[in-house]
Each structure stands twice: as C-alpha cells, then as structure tokens.
C-alpha cells in the first residue's frame, strides 16, 4: 500500500457541470477526511466518515456537495453545479482511528471552474 | 474564526541555522498539535506532533515546544537544510472532546533555506 491516493489530480470543468472525486485511503484506515485548500490558506476540514457512516459536515458542505464512502473502502466527493469560488485543492486523509492518530493525505485533486 | 493562527506567511533562513516556525491557537479544548509539511502540488505530510501533557517533543533535527497558558506552539528546526524548504502547516485537535480527530489548520508559513 502506498499512501491514500485521489483522482483525478486535475479537473477543470465549466461552472454549472457536475464533477466526482475519488480518494482511496490506506486500507487499514476507517477513518477518512476531506478537506478543501485554497490560495494562501490551511486546508479547511469538509467531512469525515468513520467506515462507511458520515458523522461530521461542516458548515462548509453546502447542498451542493455530496461526499460517501459505500463500503467503508474508497471515498467520493461530488460538487453539483459547480462555481467558480469551488476553484480549490480537495484534499482526502486517512488515519486509524486512535485518540492522537495523525492523518496521512493524499496528493489532492486541484479542481478549476471556469 | 481562525482558531488557529501562524502569523508569519514566510520565513527565510540560512542552511545550518536554526528555523523557528510559531503558532498561536484559541480554543482551550485543543489537547493535541501537529506540524505538517507541504511540498507545491502535494498533499500535507506529517512531520511531529505532541500532546497536550507534555510541552516538548523531539525528533532528529525537529523539536516543537508547546506553551499552554500562552496557548502557543513553535517548531525548531536545527540545522536547517535546503530541503526543508516548504510550507509548514500547524494544526491542532480536540482529540477528547471531538473524537472524529477533524484537524484545524493555520494559514501556514514558507520556508525558504538558503544555501
């Protein structure tokens, strides 16, 4: 296994489309994050899912984001009717699961609306 | 509501001096903290963290110091070389309170080691 990875690294898609991200964590992770970084910020916590239950969304998650994880396994993320403030990196993590357990993230899926 | 601040967006060092990256947090449930390094177009990499029961970690050439009544952490990198060169991100979690372990990041701050 090696590392959590995310496709696709780069999507540029027209404002109002659809677009589907998918994060495969380390496979002995249950706990799996997403996270969304824009220009000169930190990376901003969207969800997370504990096996295949989403127990946090931020207020960040609009209506338009839809984020699961079907089998406990690999993680998606859909925006729907994508705008141009979506532009970001969307980052996935993964850790264990313990009290002090680090996250480990993937590579990002940088996404342009144009 | 940034609970968690690195007020320097950029640091510039010379390669074998020691690198101080500083962080300030708001939220007094934090009880632990870690320091990531980001490379342009990857993803965060951990580096150290510590909890909030200790005030100093230390790992090879990276130390971070943690000051709780001035709800304060730094990270010392000694000697600083070339490839230390990056965005370092601090992020804190309320790992008692919020046992999801969601981290909450600062804005982050540059590296740059110079030769």
């Known amino acids: 296994d090696t590392g959590v990875s995310q496709d696709p690294r780069h999507k540029i898609t027209k404002r109002g489309q659809n677009v589907t991200f998918r994060c495969d964590p380390i496979s002995e992770h249950n706990r799996l994050y997403w996270y969304r970084q824009t220009l000169g910020q930190g990376p901003e916590f969207l969800t997370y899912f504990q096996n295949e239950a989403q127990l946090e969304k931020s207020r960040l998650l609009s209506d338009r984001f839809s984020a699961e994880r079907p089998k406990g396994s690999f993680s998606t993320l859909e925006i729907q009717r994508t705008e141009q403030g979506d532009s970001a990196m969307y980052l996935c993590a993964s850790s264990l699961g313990q009290p002090g357990q680090e996250a480990f993230f993937g590579q990002g899926t940088r996404l342009t609306v144009v | 509501d940034q609970q968690v601040k690195q007020n320097s967006p950029s640091l510039s060092v010379q390669e074998g001096r020691i690198s101080i990256l500083n962080c300030d947090y708001t939220n007094s449930m934090f009880d632990y903290f870690l320091w990531y390094k980001k490379y342009p177009a990857e993803g965060p990499t951990f580096l150290i963290s510590i909890s909030s029961i200790k005030d100093k970690n230390e790992d090879g050439r990276f130390t971070v110091f943690l000051n709780k009544s001035a709800k304060h952490l730094s990270l010392h990198i000694v000697p600083s070389q070339p490839g230390d060169s990056a965005v370092y991100f601090c992020?804190?979690?309320?790992?008692?309170?919020?046992?999801?372990?969601?981290?909450?990041f600062g804005q982050g701050t540059e590296l740059s080691v110079k030769p």
């Open positions: 992020a804190s979690s309320a790992v008692h309170y919020n046992q999801g372990g969601k981290l909450i």
